[in-house]
């Protein structure tokens, strides 16, 4: 089985490739391939990864090239995870959209808009390699903001795509931890789009333990800063456990302030943590996954993406929170919508199930936030200044046409946008 990884140069990559030593019994693979377009982050990463999978792994062939028909020709399974523009686009778009008033978060925040606009035409590039060189593979995207990205791909580039982020699985875990039991325990009847999740019911070892969750994990008092905790009654109303990302939503103005009093930006922070990374990774005498890593974020990456990939390849019909598109799960959006919902997944990919509607306490939420994610879409692939505009003036954290159009000139300046 062959694994090329898109975005081969990232610091993440050790950690896929890492787990991926550890179930090479179930996960059969003996090529793995790394594609980059940045020469010397790529060389640095993957002569690191070779002298480690050495150790780990001797019987499984790692290379990395520049050469998109090298690294794509009959591939089995394709990883996505670049950055177009790099961690300095993010940060450029961070603090402008803070200047305005507005949260620059780059998955949930109006960043995050910017972020789909340069990296799905990108993508949808790959796609087309994908047609010609390995036309049966699997597209495992983990590419952010997945969910905007991964329907993108799956409707105007790769059907066989399934998307990935690891906040369900880190909520899951700290369920099982509370409760002492394996995570393959704990249930979540977990219903939204990615970053915007919400979980209706938690059953541990098949009993409803919803109440003792919410009561158990005080997740309204998750923080060490205590205007961006939630009010308790305001949590037990809505009686849902929440992905930590809501908080942009339901504390936005609390979580705007905590923002821009903050010296430095996330990208700031993350790009320091790489420089630290790719110094570990360049001294030849390293041959270990480094501690620091975690500081990277993506926790559980490695474990998520290694899960899914092995339940496609073996037909396990396992249930995994993955992003596919909803056809018809959840009543209340279009069946084209990409949602993050519990999916049985074998070898015919990701079959989401039944959720019904949601509750009208957060459906409003759902339904706009993907109606900016739809104009999004349609606006990167269509290249189309209109739709663009459109999608920011839905983004429940503008709130004002006039301030979408000056973040909208902004990026399209910024990142050189082809928009017509």
Known sequence: MKLCVIGGGSTYTPELLSGLA????????????????????????????????????????????????????????????????????????????LQNGVIGQETTGAAGFAKAMRTIPVLLDYAK???????????????????????????????????????????????????????????????????????????????????????KLAPYNATNIPELDYDPTFYHALGCYLNGYLKYYYLEEEMLESLKKQTKTRAQVVMEVEEELLAYYRDENNDEKPESLSKRGGAYYSHIALSLISAIYNDKNEVHIVNTLNNGAIKDLSDDASVEIPSVINKTGAHPLTAGHV??????????????????????????????????????????????????????ERHGLQLK
């Open 22 to 97: 550890g179930k090479k019994a179930e996960i059969p693979v003996n090529e793995v391939v790394l594609l980059d377009i940045d020469e010397e982050r790529l060389n640095v990463v993957g002569e690191f990864v070779i002298r480690m999978m050495k150790k780990l792994a001797p019987e499984i062939k790692v290379s990395y090239t520049l050469d998109r028909e090298e690294a794509l020709s009959g591939a089995d399974f394709v990883v996505t995870q670049i950055r177009v523009g790099h961690q300095i686009a993010r940060h450029d778009d961070t603090v402008f959209c």
């Open 359 to 412: 509750d009208l306490s957060f459906r409003g939420l759902l339904q706009q936030v993907k109606a900016y994610e739809q104009l999004t879409v349609e606006a990167a692939v269509n290249g189309s200044y209109d739709r663009a505009l459109l999608a920011l003036c839905n983004h429940p954290l503008v709130h004002s046409a006039k301030k979408a159009k000056v973040l909208l000139d902004f990026f399209i």
């Open 129 to 215: 390699d994908m047609e010609r060189l390995c036309p049966d593979a699997w597209l495992i995207n983990f590419t952010n903001p997945s969910g905007i990205v991964t329907e993108a791909l799956i409707r105007f580039g790769w059907k066989k795509t399934i998307g990935l982020c690891n906040a369900p699985i880190g909520m899951q875990k700290s369920v099982a931890h509370q409760f002492g039991v394996d995570e393959k325990d704990v249930e979540l009847d977990y219903v939204g789009l990615n970053h915007l999740g919400w979980v209706r019911n938690i059953s541990v070892k098949g009993e409803d333990r919803t109440k003792e969750v919410l009561e």
